[in-house]
């Protein structure tokens, strides 16, 4: 009984760290000159592969030693190509900054997925989620050490912004018809809390837009596809950040 008590002790231990605060991406990006969310991504539903032999063991470090001030791994394997294991490979290569778990979370049992591959925070997304659900999922991501980024995309969900996320979003795709149009954010921009951090998703490649947003209120600006479909995305994104104007 020794022995086990030892190993329960031991474990208690274990679990008390996993559930241990990330990288805050919150602080990253309110620290960061650009706030760039670099987003590993290797497919999307609406354009096909981007990069399919793209590595996660060697572009997500790219992108911090490049300046990204987080990253935003896709783990949906059906239909971006991701997976879970995409976040460990890119912690076990050195990355330390903050990691977004990007997928259609729905469930809990995806939080504990979020947890367990190394991610900072996870991704809600609003038009997925009645906010009872989206509401509790957030206290059960808080409870767990993970902060959240809620994602929203029209005015008539912006009243989640309500339920306490350490995050919004407003993403410049329309999720059912892939159409993106960067308006969106500056349109829904002042309806949302002044004290809220605000990231502008998708549809984002143009320094100067970064710039405007900037000016708009949002401190972060998350990009994937512009980097990922240049032969270097690490260095796309040095050529990116050289030119926003804080």
Not at 76 to 104: C, M, W
Not at 213 to 219: D, K, P
Not at 235 to 241: G, H, K, Q
């Amino acid at each position: 009984m020794d022995i086990l008590h030892d190993i329960i002790a031991h474990k208690r231990l274990e679990l008390e760290a996993l559930k241990q605060r990330k990288p805050s991406l919150r602080q990253a990006l309110l620290s960061s000159p650009t706030g760039i969310i670099a987003e590993f991504k290797r497919r999307s539903p609406s354009k096909g592969w981007i990069k399919e032999g793209g590595d996660p063991g060697i572009i997500p470090l790219s992108y911090q030693q490049n300046g990204a001030a987080a990253l935003s791994i896709l783990t949906d394997e059906h239909y971006f190509g991701g997976n879970d294991r995409f976040i460990l490979q890119a912690r076990e290569s050195g990355v330390t900054i903050p990691i977004l778990y990007k997928n259609f979370v729905i469930d809990e049992a995806q939080l504990y997925q979020a947890l367990f591959c190394g991610a900072s925070a996870v991704l809600l997304i609003a038009a997925c989620l009645p906010k009872t659900k989206c509401r509790d999922l957030i206290k059960k991501a808080h409870d767990l050490g993970l902060e959240v980024m809620l994602e929203m995309h029209a005015e008539e969900e912006l009243d989640y912004a309500d339920l306490g996320p350490d995050l919004c979003g407003i993403n410049n795709r329309h999720l059912g018809s892939f159409v993106t149009d960067v308006n969106t954010s500056f349109s829904l921009a002042g309806r949302l809390p002044d004290d809220v951090v605000k990231v502008s998703e998708s549809g984002i490649s143009d320094p100067t837009t970064v710039s405007k947003l900037r000016e708009a209120g949002f401190r972060g600006f998350l990009i994937g596809e512009h980097f990922m479909r240049q032969s270097d995305p690490g260095a796309a994104l040095t050529e990116f950040n050289s030119h926003i104007i804080p």
